[in-house]
């Protein structure tokens, strides 16, 4: 069983930078098994994917929307994987969940986190 918290959501001005963190309570052997995933859902519309990272840190994808904003990366000894959100805009408004999935293909993931609020204001 593997829990997952997010944190480091807040509001902030259109333009500006967070950094979403997601702390994995497995060790660092089975955290560093999964593929890990951000994915936010904004009031009224279904859960999107935004970026998912494999489990060595080596390969990245992230959904058109955010490609050149987001970074995602993680940290397998702090069993930690972030995402640093740049030039953020109004749009980026919503929940963001991370996901830890051994396959990583995001159809039926394992475990899912309670989500951190992201609001940017214009």
């Known amino acids: 069983q593997v829990q997952l918290v997010e944190s480091g959501g807040g509001l902030v001005q259109a333009g500006g930078s967070l950094r979403l963190s997601c702390a994995a309570s497995?060790?660092?052997?089975?955290?560093?098994?999964?593929?890990m995933g951000w994915f936010r859902q904004a009031p009224g519309k279904e859960r999107e994917f935004v970026a998912d990272?494999?489990?060595?840190?080596?390969?990245?994808r992230y959904a058109d929307s955010v490609k050149g904003r987001f970074t995602i990366s993680r940290d397998n000894a702090k069993k930690t994987m972030y995402l640093q959100m740049n030039s953020l805009k109004p749009e980026d408004t919503a929940a963001y969940y991370c996901a830890a999935d051994f396959v990583g293909s995001w159809s039926k993931t394992d475990y899912w986190g309670q989500g951190t609020q992201v609001t940017v204001s214009t």
């Open positions: 497995a060790s660092e052997r089975a955290f560093s098994n999964y593929a």
């Open positions: 990272i494999n489990w060595s840190g080596g390969s990245t």
